[in-house]
């Protein structure tokens, strides 16, 4: 079993420890879901390079053969899910939605559309809404995108380490299977990503 030091790093012998300062933008004050991505690169030296300049990231990366990294902590916060999410109850339950809210932003066009639903989203707390960077731990799986909507597919040592992974994470964070997100589930991605990582 994993445990998590001070400074928000998981100390496990199956984890290395590479972490990028630049790609942690000040505190994540908890932590309450899990957002499962692909890099599309096809190494994780190239998605390292790319932390060494800072900007985007996620807190963990698991290479083909299964090697976790921790890339950041998890006690900051990194920018993975992207600037506008999706509304939960549109996508989940229509039933939950405010329904005289949710006709008025369906009737806008795409643009204006998808700022007004994210606006209205980030007005409810977690679950209500899907995870957003400043509640949410992100995992990278090394894999490029093939097209605009196939992924790679996820290897077996990722999906086993994946696994390991958010069990640890459920324990250190009082999770469970319902607060893991494939990215395109919670932005506007390609539906491709993670389609074929698995934790259950
Ligand atoms: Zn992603």
Redesign the pocket.
């Known amino acids: 079993m994993s445990s998590l030091d001070k400074d928000g790093m998981l100390i496990d012998a199956q984890v290395i420890q590479m972490r990028f300062t630049g790609i942690e933008h000040g505190e994540l004050a908890g932590v309450h879901a899990i957002?499962v991505?692909?890099t599309d690169s096809s190494t994780a030296q190239n998605t390292f390079n790319g932390y060494k300049s800072g900007g985007n990231g996620?807190h963990f990366l698991i290479d083909k053969n299964g090697q976790i990294y921790q890339t950041a902590s998890v006690h900051r916060r990194c920018y993975?899910v992207?600037k506008l999410i999706r509304s939960k109850c549109l996508e989940i339950n229509k039933s939950n939605c405010d329904s005289v809210a949710m006709a008025s932003m369906l009737a806008m066009g795409w643009r204006q559309q998808i700022k007004a639903l994210d606006a209205h989203e980030r007005q409810k707390d977690y679950p209500e809404r899907y995870p957003i960077n400043s509640d949410s731990v992100?995992i990278?799986l090394v894999g490029k995108s093939l097209d605009a909507t196939r992924f790679e597919a996820v290897t077996a040592q990722q999906n086993n380490s994946l696994q390991w992974l958010v069990s640890e994470l459920y324990r250190h964070f009082s999770l469970t299977t319902s607060d893991v997100y494939r990215?395109?589930d919670v932005s506007y991605?390609s539906p491709g990503?993670?389609s074929t990582a698995t934790w259950k």
């Open positions: 957002v991505h692909q996620a993975h992207g992100g990278e990215h395109p991605k990503e993670a």
